[in-house]
């Protein structure tokens, strides 16, 4: 004779399937699990595989894989150090940068733009522009 699965299980997770067992009684219909039911079925979870206990509570699976997910990506401000802006002080420093861009299309009309430094025009405009043109 086989013995039923709950003896070999540990206090902990025969005490969540209790209270389990007792909201399900109690409730009403179509009344979403309480939080702390919820919270007793994720801190079973490194003991015991997700798939184990969600057998053992009548879970689904997939929402308890994403609270236990969610609640493995909380980040509280202890585990967090905190954020320090850092100035490299590059400024002026970097030397200016130069730019040659030779354009010839089919029909043999050609564009030739040189830039050093910040140009401020938009490079990619340009030559849509000069692309798009009917001779």
Known sequence: MQQPETANESPALEQVQQQFKYWRSTRGKRCPIPGELWRAAESLYPEYSLYHICKALGLNYTDLKGRVQQKQT?????????????????????PAAECLVEMQNSKGAKMRMHFKGNAGLDLLELSKIFWSRQP
């Open 74 to 94: 909380v980040f509280t401000p202890s585990t967090i150090s905190s954020a320090q802006f850092i100035e490299l002080g590059l400024g002026d420093r970097l």
